[in-house]
């Protein structure tokens, strides 16, 4: 690393969503465009990823649009997951299963509500080694006074409870935005890490309140959470790394809301992903940190280490550019997060 330049081997996002039909069709190349060659890809689409099978057609789906990416596939912890399948599926090369509480997210309608159904299959995911990602929040409840702001929160105590009983199951708390979900995890061991997206770096509460193109789930939390993100991200912690959770909506669906319907939640960061997070990490002195964060950390996690023989190279160069306003395709239409705003670093080129 130069003043100018920077060089990053083989970036990798733990936390993608690439979606369905036209939509995946224009957001899937914003993945090598942003910077990285490895893609965790999220299985909540309608209907959602489920079986080995609809998993890799979905793969196969993805590596006609790029094949230039390497996808790994999740399954979506539902009630037809079974033990079977998930020796079905590890087999397959599926890496992981996420847990999506019900009617927290996006496409999210038949998440779980307790976990202790899921026993099996969690005793078998550890056996072979799939990874158990969690959307850390719980459902709003006013009775019980749970909102969109301590919903992660509350969460927690789940999360530990999973790791006492499956202590050799690898586990990621997915895009942590809390003070105490830090410490959480830092208190875990090995086997449990935990994914920061570029966006929670940069906002709190005041950013997407009446701005819906801030409006994300889980929502930014105070300025004392993002300085725990941030702190975090500066000391190095090797079990803390990218997943950017960037989630393209059609635009309309972002601008309006209706009486009865909000705007949708998501934040979409991909085509700028890696210059962007460099320039967060710089504004609080982290930038000496980038590339454990977007590659080495997760990619020991996950078990995908480096391969110098066939990994690739990203500079990146200390030259300011403005953020695309918005990237249209066939009947497709997203408008990415900092749209129209500087960032400090763009990318020089990729060597493969």
């Not at 330049?5 to 942003?34: K, N």
């Not at 530990?160 to 830092?186: C, G, M, S």
Request: glycine share 6%.
């Amino acid at each position: 690393m130069s003043s100018q330049t920077i060089t990053i081997s083989s970036p990798a996002d733990f936390h993608v969503h690439l979606r369905q039909g036209s939509l995946s069709r224009l957001v899937t190349p914003h993945v090598r465009r942003g910077g990285f060659n490895l893609a965790y890809v999220m299985p909540n689409l309608t209907p959602p990823i489920t079986t080995t099978d609809s998993a890799l057609r979905y793969k196969q789906e993805l590596q006609a649009i790029d094949p230039n990416v390497e996808y790994l596939m999740t399954l979506y912890l539902s009630l037809e997951l079974t033990p079977d399948e998930v020796r079905k599926a590890h087999a397959a090369g599926i890496v992981g299963v996420k847990s999506y509480p019900k009617g927290v997210t996006t496409n999210s309608e038949g998440g779980i509500e307790s976990f202790e159904v899921y026993y099996p299959v969690f005793e078998a995911m550890q056996e072979v080694g799939m990874v158990l990602n969690l959307h850390g929040e719980v459902p709003s409840d006013a009775s019980a006074n749970i909102h969109v702001i301590n919903a992660e929160s509350i969460f927690l105590p789940h999360l530990v409870r999973l790791h006492a009983k499956f202590p050799q199951l690898r586990i990621v708390l997915e895009h942590a935005t809390t003070r105490a979900a830090v410490e959480t995890v830092k208190s875990l061991g090995p086997t449990v890490a935990c994914t920061i997206t570029a966006h929670h770096l940069a906002l709190t509460v005041d950013d997407w309140a009446g701005q819906s193109y801030h409006y994300c789930k889980p929502v930014a939390k105070f300025p004392d959470d993002r300085k725990a993100l941030q702190d975090i991200v500066r000391e190095g912690h090797p079990r803390f790394f990218l997943g950017s959770d960037s989630a393209p909506h059609p635009a309309h669906n972002k601008s309006f809301a209706t009486p009865s319907q909000g705007c949708a939640a998501g934040l979409y960061t991909s085509p700028i992903l890696l210059p962007l997070t460099a320039h967060l990490l710089e504004s609080f002195g982290a930038l000496d940190k980038l590339e454990g964060f977007v590659s080495r950390f997760g990619r020991r996690f996950y078990e995908r280490e480096i391969d110098s023989a066939s990994g690739n190279s990203v500079v990146l160069r200390k030259i300011s550019q403005i953020v695309e306003k918005s990237f249209v395709a066939e009947d497709a239409d997203v408008v990415p997060f900092w749209a129209g705003k500087e960032l400090g670093w763009s990318i020089w080129y990729q060597c493969s």
